[in-house]
């Protein structure tokens, strides 16, 4: 690591890691629920438990993506965070607004719109702590050094993230208006912006991990996410199908949504094809795996799986229930998840000079944890055709019909305790990292790692 506030990054990724944890437990009270076993009802009923489980995911995964723009705009700037002090409230601010929102669903029951349920006076606080977080970053890139095309997209994606979420703060009282305005927030953060926050985090990790040129990665880094940004943004049609948009929207939805999966599909080639290209054996092999896994899964989860039920004459069937499900969880983990954990696994080592990254834990995390995720899609998958066809199809009892999903929920906890468990190795070998440390010899955090044996767990 060459900047002495870097060490900022890895502060955001432990609390990234704490909230991660939290939604893994709320996302077990979810799948015993489906099982039938609500035994915490009176206390956090199914509601309250999704709408944590939901919103953890979308702060967590923000807390990584600014956690990993504090350690890559120094090194593309080639400058110390400008204001670092601030950077500190500015995380402990994201902390204090997240706690309240946790506990506000627990006590008030807060029913706001989906994936936006906090009130808005906590809207407004988001608001600040974001609009404080990109002024750091805005000014850290200002007065840099130099002004790299992976630096411009990365500041791009977040501030489009945050200009897209005041639509979530506009009140309307027609219920298609509001539908129609709040996937400007939802989709086109997942399947727009977030992109390219995606996108640039990986173009970073490829030239430090493979030793790929700049030059060559960042002319394919516009393509990519130029196509996936396009694609995205007019396929957010797929949501307005039977909302009471315009029927235009079928046709829109229709084909742009059928171009995303290409989108992905570049993605993943992309990135394997810069590794090869690269040349270089880093010895981080664990996160050129979460890295490489990323583009792959993201393909999968969020182009094939996406694909899969998003054109009008099956989305018709399958909307609102747990075949969407299938395609979110995949989706999530490896188009954003992985690229968070990939960029913790490769900056860990930098910033605390340890090698703990060839630790057994370490790459059991890594696998343990994908094979769980690839479990729970299988599961939701199933569960979610048998309540296609018998809920849609054959007009069965919507309670009738999660009866009978619950022994198909067994499954879906079983494959989500593999999924923990190598989330558990994971941050045991993040905690064996211990805390960032001053390399003195460079005035700086971090340096080269040490050569100290890494099969012991301090």
């Known amino acids: 690591m060459k900047y002495e506030t870097q060490k900022i990054a890895y502060w955001f990724f432990a609390a990234c890691m704490l909230l991660f944890s939290l939604q893994l437990i709320y996302g077990f009270i979810l799948g015993f629920d489906r099982m039938g076993f609500d035994v915490l009802h009176d206390f956090i009923p199914f509601n309250t438990a999704r709408a944590v489980h939901t919103n953890l995911l979308v702060v967590w995964l923000l807390t990584g993506f600014m956690g990993s723009a504090y350690y890559i705009i120094p090194e593309e700037s080639e400058r110390e965070i400008w204001m670092p002090k601030l950077a500190w409230i500015q995380l402990i601010s994201l902390l204090v607004v997240g706690v309240i929102a946790v506990i506000g669903y627990h006590f008030n029951h807060w029913e706001g719109r989906k994936f936006l349920e906090i009130p808005r006076e906590l809207d407004y606080l988001v608001v600040v702590n974001v609009l404080t977080f990109l002024l750091i970053i805005f000014m850290t890139i200002w007065k840099g050094k130099r002004k790299t095309t992976t630096a411009m997209v990365l500041f791009f994606g977040l501030l489009m993230s945050a200009l897209l979420y005041l639509p979530g703060m506009i009140d309307f009282d027609n219920v298609t208006f509001d539908s129609f ?34 030059e060559v990665i960042e002319k394919w880094l516009y393509v990519i996410v130029g196509f996936t940004f396009l694609s995205g943004i007019l396929g957010t049609g797929h949501h307005y199908y039977y909302t009471g948009a315009p029927r235009y929207w079928l046709m829109v939805g229709g084909v742009f949504s059928a171009l995303e999966p290409l989108a992905f599909l570049g993605m993943a080639m992309y990135a394997l094809s810069m590794a090869r290209r690269g040349g270089r054996k880093n010895p981080n092999g664990i996160a050129l795996k979460w890295t490489l896994g990323c583009a792959i899964m993201s393909f999968v989860g969020a182009g094939f799986l996406g694909f899969a039920h998003t054109l009008p004459g099956v989305n018709m069937w399958t909307h609102g229930t747990l075949v969407t499900a299938m395609h979110g969880h995949m989706a999530f983990w490896g188009a954003y998840a992985m690229i968070v954990l990939a960029m913790i696994s490769y900056a860990l080592p930098e910033m605390t000079g340890r090698a703990m990254h060839k630790h057994w834990m370490a790459e059991w995390g890594f696998w343990l944890s994908n094979i769980g995720m690839i479990a729970m899609t299988g599961a939701f998958g199933v569960m979610g055709v048998a309540q296609v066809y018998m809920e849609r199809k054959s007009g069965m009892d919507f309670m009738v019909v999660q009866e009978s999903l619950e022994v198909h929920a067994l499954g879906l906890v079983c494959a989500g305790a593999l999924l923990t468990l190598g989330i558990v190795f994971f941050i045991r070998n993040f905690i064996s990292y211990g805390l960032p440390v001053m390399d003195e010899s460079k005035g700086a955090v971090g340096g080269n790692p040490a050569p100290a044996a890494p099969d012991k767990l301090l």
């Not at 990986?202 to 991990?209: E, G, M, Q, V």
């Open 181 to 214: 305005f709040r996937w400007w927030v939802v989709h086109l953060w997942v399947e727009g912006v977030w992109e390219l926050i995606m996108g640039a985090i990986l173009s970073f990790l490829l030239i430090k991990l493979t030793g790929i040129d700049r």
